[in-house]
């Protein structure tokens, strides 16, 4: 297995967006409010096995939006993703913390997400902790957010 992780654009992130995250579900779903902002960025990881280009197996995107309930400056996790066949060998995390590493080059600030609660196990990996109560997103099931704070050195 060879991986590299990049620079991607938001059109690039949809395909693996819609078919991880947003499955049957209409297009417009799979564009995120500020997804073209001038301070979110996207990255995704690289399968080179099968031709040097390599294909995308695995997605991130961060976007500057504050904790709900608070107005401090704070990196928000969206679109976090890894094709089944990949999973299970630290793709999504080394992308996570090479995303979060670039984001604290930025501004340190502390990151965090709505994270799907069959999901919270691996960002409770990643030193995020959930913070409030179990919530439901409409057709997409039970969340909770979690936060990493910006401190936490890894
Ligand atoms: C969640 C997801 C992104 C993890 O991607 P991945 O590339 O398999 O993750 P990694 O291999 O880097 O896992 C890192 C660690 O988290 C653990 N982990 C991965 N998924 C987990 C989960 N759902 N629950 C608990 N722990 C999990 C791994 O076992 C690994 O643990 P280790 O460091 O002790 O070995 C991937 O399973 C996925 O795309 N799921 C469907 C979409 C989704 O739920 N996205 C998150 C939306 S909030």
Redesign the pocket.
Known sequence: MSYTIGVISAEDARPLRQA??RPGMPVESLVYPGDDSQKTFHRGTFDHTDDGEGALV?IISMYDEPVPGTDAPAWRIRG???LPE?????????LAEASIAHAHGIRRAPVW?N??T??A??YE?LGFARVGDEFEIEGIGPHFVMVRPADLIR
């Open positions: 991880i995250l695995c976090m993703a890894t990949h999973r299970g060998r630290g793709l999504g995390a080394a997400c994270a799907r069959g999901a196990g691996y990996g």
